[in-house]
């Protein structure tokens, strides 16, 4: 592997934790109780991780075609993007969505992994 395509996916295994970290962070910024922020700020990421497992991970369960895993892929940025801006955090938010977007396109029609 070269040291380029290793740094790359670096980038994008750090945007996929950035995602799940902006959706736990949404979470845990909601302004109702402490049983709701526990459980969006702790579930919602939890969520997202299991689907990720099993539709979009390199050795995923259920393996979907190219169109869908990157339309799947683009939902999950974009709502986490949504949720940094809900948080009140909107310039980081379309940041997080341009460089998740640029290493999406990037690496997912020349598929670019690990393996």
Known sequence: MTGLKLFILSLVFLSELTALAALGYWGFQVPKGMPLKLVLGIGTPLVVAVIWG??????????????????????????????????????????????????????????????
Do not use: C, D, N
């Not at 895993?69 to 341009?98: C, D, E, N, P, T």
């Open 54 to 115: 099993l539709f979009l991970a390199p050795r995923a369960v259920f393996q979907v075609g190219l169109p869908m895993r990157m339309l799947f892929k683009l939902m999950v940025f974009a709502i986490s993007a949504w949720a940094l801006h809900a948080a009140g955090h909107a310039q980081v938010a379309v940041y997080f969505f341009i460089a998740a977007l640029l290493l999406l396109f990037i690496t997912e029609p020349f598929k670019m992994s690990i393996e």
